[in-house]
């Protein structure tokens, strides 16, 4: 497999994390037993967001891609691909604090929902 096809992989699986985060929350109503892994998913992209840890598919998808004699980037996954797609120019660290807080509220509705679902008497 080309070094390209593997860094580009990377960057979808990337992105498809990033929308399990924002998403995965109403999958758990069809299948409860994503909840637990979804929770840890969102604890973790809260996380890296607030720590500057960086994802650990940022270097890999990197080196793949220098390895394809593409260039690599120095800035995050989501700084370089995502947030010129989403979030407007001038993002400051306060919003992205309000992000973060709309994301966890987000989440807490919809297994509020599935919770309360599961509890109501059938019939």
């Given at each position: 497999m080309?070094?390209?096809?593997?860094a580009?992989a990377?960057?979808?699986?990337?992105?498809?994390?990033?929308?399990y985060?924002?998403?995965g929350a109403?999958?758990?109503?069809?299948?409860?037993s994503?909840i637990?892994?979804?929770?840890?998913?969102?604890?973790?992209?809260?996380?890296?967001?607030?720590t500057?840890?960086?994802?650990?598919?940022t270097p890999?998808?990197?080196h793949?891609r220098v390895?394809?004699?593409?260039q690599?980037y120095?800035?995050?996954?989501?700084?370089h691909?995502?947030?010129?797609?989403v979030y407007?120019?001038g993002l400051?660290?306060?919003?992205t604090v309000?992000?973060?807080?709309?994301?966890?509220?987000?989440?807490?509705a919809?297994?509020?929902?599935?919770?309360s679902?599961?509890?109501?008497?059938?019939?």
């Amino acid at each position: 497999m080309s070094a390209r096809i593997i860094a580009d992989a990377t960057m979808i699986l990337h992105f498809l994390f990033i929308l399990y985060v924002i998403f995965g929350a109403p999958l758990a109503l069809l299948h409860r037993s994503l909840i637990w892994p979804h929770v840890v998913a969102t604890i973790w992209a809260v996380i890296v967001n607030h720590t500057g840890w960086g994802c650990p598919l940022t270097p890999v998808e990197n080196h793949f891609r220098v390895l394809a004699g593409q260039q690599g980037y120095s800035d995050s996954f989501i700084d370089h691909y995502i947030m010129p797609m989403v979030y407007p120019s001038g993002l400051t660290g306060e919003l992205t604090v309000y992000l973060s807080i709309a994301l966890v509220i987000w989440n807490c509705a919809w297994y509020w929902l599935v919770l309360s679902k599961r509890r109501r008497p059938h019939g």
